[in-house]
């Protein structure tokens, strides 16, 4: 059975306890203070920053490692970075790179759902996390965004 037939056919509760969580994530927990915010979703910020870095070193960009402390700039908090040098053709698959945590977090959510008690609370807010991480940031989209239009543009150019 494929992983995501799986996570389909995980109980209903299942589904509703993740889902309450990302509203969570969404709604309720960034007006709990940065900090607050910064600790519930760690595990997805590590996954989101190692997937930028981890594209970034094989694609050679040179980037330096995850900085995952909450960091204040300017009128708004970063809860983790990653410096990179990519080229126009690097920008995209590393900015988008988080992208591809969704299959982990829908993993992560079915490996774990026999799990009992507080250990599937626990589950249950790592496979959360890990799903909210998966979508890229603001940031990410501003960065790929000229380089996405530029391939776009290349595309049509080169089909005529």
Not at 22 to 28: A, E, G, M, R, S
Not at 129 to 149: E, K
Request: hydrophobic residues 50%; contains cysteine.
């Amino acid at each position: 059975m494929r992983i995501v037939d799986q996570f389909v056919a995980l109980p209903t509760a299942t589904h509703w306890l993740i889902g309450g969580m990302l509203v969570t994530q969404y709604t309720i927990a960034p007006r709990l203070g940065m900090w607050a915010f910064s600790l519930f979703s760690l595990p997805g910020t590590v996954a989101h920053e190692l997937s930028h870095w981890l594209v970034a070193f094989v694609l050679g960009a040179r980037p330096s490692f995850p900085r995952l402390i909450p960091k204040r700039e300017g009128g708004s908090w970063t809860l983790g970075s990653v410096k990179v040098s990519p080229d126009i053709v690097t920008r995209v698959p590393i900015t988008l790179a988080p992208v591809a945590l969704l299959p982990l977090g829908i993993w992560y959510a079915v490996s774990h759902s026999d799990a009992q008690g507080g250990w599937y609370l626990a589950h249950i807010w790592v496979a959360s996390t890990v799903l909210y991480a998966s979508l890229p940031s603001r940031q990410d989209w501003l960065v790929a965004l000229p380089a996405i239009i530029c391939a776009v543009g290349v595309y049509f150019v080169l089909r005529q």
